[in-house]
């Protein structure tokens, strides 16, 4: 099935089209990331899709079952509501369903016709089961998970939405579309305003969805872990790739390099037979050259190939400063809550460290107090000798709306001729007149392009960048984490971009609640660190459980089968096996032994124990037999943590979900062996 197939789609702006011809359908299942570089026209298309735009030609065929949702990027409110009654109206229809059963239900209380009692009782039937199959038992639930995991405060959801900051607005706006559970979601950067936690949450959210999705993003994890096809609008055209953004990026290769061979061998082909007609047009080879002249008008030309440049970017060598760049000795700041405190850093010449933590949390400030463009609290900061600063503001607010571009990057330090700038701007690709507009005329990456080039153009050793990959496309970010890994000078940068903080970054400074973490190493080191810290975490509190005798740990399980296997061994009869008949003087067949009934009354203890053993929960089993199967389950569930932690899988949704639900069963059969392992020790005697 189709859910909607998308025809030779136009749309001209001026001369040149965005849109020319773009051609291709969406599946059920299907989540289809939309690739390409900065005014490609992908919000365009996105709106087109949604029916926010009128397309110039082309068509798009919509199946009947269709329920379209797209997210808005500029929202509008009605006055007075607030974010929890928002992001409830986006389950109108279901509590519209809610108030109809229970309408139903009164009807059939009072109805005495035959025919219309049938009705109303279909009727409800149909309602409940519509009620039960999209879980709407359950939506303050539902609508308190997507809000916490986007990071909501509980505190806020009383408050106006009005009141919310533009960023909270725009998160409000992703809450209401992955509540409202439309079959087809058209995703317009959902990532921003998210910090890295609410990200992850998003990706397993959408992983998860049974909705089909097209969705445009410059989260290179992001795309990976939630897209399973990918679409590449370049030219005005749409060219599709199996697979997620990892495997977009080596079948373009693979496909460039097979297009660039065909077009050249063809390309030459071609300067063949126009020299070789030119040369004999008109000697004794006459009609050979008419020959090839009608099959060059015949040939079928190769497409040029849809090579998509990058900006070369790059930093000027950097000056020596000495061996300590930076010294952060116990800082702190408050505004209106404390944002850090005791902050120890030490920043060595050479290296780059990246800041990354929950919004809010005080990235941002920790940058301007080390820079001296915020007092701390409390604490000190020494800059190291010979260190030059050259700082990228996240509101680029370097570059003046009011200068020319070309003008705007002009250091104050040396003598920079006009020629010089152009072709440093060239370098982030800023070309043509475009370097001659006002830099207010400019788009948000070209913006961000011209403020790192007057970053190039200041000669700094020491880089501090605050968000420098916002407004960034995938092939800028690359360009620009390779320009910061062959920078030989200092770098400290804030980003929410996981990969970018991968490649670039040595160390991390991680804002964590009450307390920042150093860690050495780049984003990978981190997610290991923050592994090996739960398993730590797992094993204590099963270090305790055992402790307590309340469960059977892996070390202990063979220590108790050797004491098993030793007491057995003990009590192995000698000779042929029978049991001997001793008596209290050891005179063998004196005095047999007594049955149990003989005995007398039994005491209380023993009553109790055949109580028990009379009202077993599991059959019964030897301890080893179930300690050997618990040590088996444990085994597994390590397994599948480490399978679930691996980067492959998190590309595969479906290879996801079957991992976790694996993992769902191997643990509550882990709990019933448990139960199962403490009745049989107090019964097995």
Known sequence: MILFQVEGIQKHYGPQPVLDGVTFDLRPGERVGLVGPNGTGKTTLMRILAGKEEADGGEIVRHPSLHLGYLEQQPQWEPGQTLINEAKSAL????????????????????????????????????????????????????????????????????????????????????????????????????????????????????????????????????????????????????????????????????????????????????????FIRRNHYGQK??????????????????????????????????????????????????ERPLFKDVEVQIIRGERWGLIGPNGCGKSTLLRCLLGEEKPDGGEVQIGTGANIGYFDQHLSGVSDDDDVVDSIRPKHKNFVTQQR??????????????????????????????????????????????????????????????????????????????????????????????????????EAYQLFLKSKAAAAVEAQQSAARAKGSLPGRKSQGKKAQESGGSKSKQKPKGDGKPSLQGSHGKR?????????????????????????????????????IEADIFQRESRIEQLTEEMADPGATRDGGRVRQLKQELLDQQSALKKLYEHWEEASEMNW
Not at 590 to 607: F, I, L, M, N
Request: hydrophobic fraction near 40%.
């Open 92 to 275: 109108a229809g279901l509590m519209a369903l809610e108030q109809e059963l229970i309408e139903v239900a009164e009807e059939l209380g009072h109805c005495t016709d035959d025919d219309e009692h049938k009705r109303l009782a279909d009727r409800y039937d149909h309602v409940q089961h519509e009620l039960q199959s999209r879980d709407a038992y359950n939506l303050d639930y539902k609508i308190e998970r997507v809000l916490d995991g986007l990071r909501f405060r509980r505190e806020s959801f009383d408050q106006p939405v009005e009141l919310l900051s533009g960023g909270e607005q725009n998160r409000l706006m992703l809450a209401k579309l992955l509540l409202a559970e439309p079959n087809v979601m058209l995703l317009d950067e959902p990532s921003n305003h998210l910090d890295i936690e609410a990200t992850e949450w998003l990706e397993s959210f959408l992983a998860e969805s049974a909705a089909a999705m097209l969705l445009v993003s410059h989260d290179r994890y992001f795309l990976d872990r939630v897209t399973n096809r990918t679409l590449e609008l370049f030219q005005g055209t749409v060219d599709s790739y199996s697979g997620n953004f990892s495997a977009y990026w080596t079948q373009k290769a693979e496909r460039l390099l097979v297009s660039q061979r065909t077009f050249e061998k063809q390309q030459i082909e071609i300067e063949k037979t126009k020299d």
């Open 286 to 335: 006459h009609q050979q050259a008419e020959d090839r002249r009608k099959k060059l008008d015949r040939i079928e030309l190769v497409d040029v190939p849809r090579i998509i440049t990058m900006p070369l970017m790059g930093f000027p060598p950097a000056s020596r400063s000495g061996d300590i760049v930076v010294r952060a000795k116990g800082l702190a700041k408050s505004f």
């Open 422 to 523: 152009r072709d440093l701007l060239a370098r982030f690709g800023i070309t043509g007149d475009t370097a001659l507009q006002k830099v207010g005329k400019l788009s948000g990456g070209e913006r961000c392009r011209a403020a790192l080039a007057r970053l190039a153009a200041s000669d700094a050793n020491f880089l501090v960048l605050d968000e420098p990959t916002n407004h960034l496309d995938l092939w800028a970010r690359d360009a620009l984490e390779r320009a910061l890994k062959e920078f030989d000078g200092t770098v400290l940068f804030v980003s929410h971009d996981r990969y970018f903080v991968n490649q670039v970054a040595d160390h991390l400074l991680i804002f964590e609640p009450g307390n920042v973490q150093i860690i050495e190493g780049n984003y």
């Open 589 to 625: 067949g004196t005095q047999p032994p007594r049955k149990p009934e003989s005995v007398g009354k039994k005491g209380s203890g023993e009553a109790a124990t055949a109580q028990r053993k009379n009202n077993r929960s599991f059959p019964f089993r030897k301890l080893t037999d």
